[in-house]
């Protein structure tokens, strides 16, 4: 089963990194919730554009 896995490897770093180690599962796991809670939808701009942004780039 993987939790045993997971469980095994935590059971292996050493008590020093610990605190690194929970900041990052802590991260990892708040990122998964943000993204539950707002699904991104690329290439929609909230707003407007203005008519710049459709004249052409300088060469």
């Known amino acids: 089963m993987l939790i045993q896995k997971i469980v095994q ?3 292996d770093i050493p008590e020093d ?4 180690l929970y ?3 802590h991260r990892f796991r708040l990122g998964l ?3 539950r809670k ?3 939808t690329p ?3 909230k707003g407007k554009l203005g008519d710049a942004f ?3 780039l300088p060469l």
């Not at 990194?17 to 690194?20: C, Q």
Request: no cysteine.
């Open 43 to 45: 290439g929609l701009l």
């Open 17 to 20: 990194k610990l605190a690194e």
């Open 33 to 35: 919730n943000q993204e």
């Open 9 to 11: 490897e935590l059971q």
């Open 23 to 25: 900041d990052l599962i």
């Open 54 to 56: 459709f004249e052409p």
């Open 38 to 40: 707002q699904p991104r």
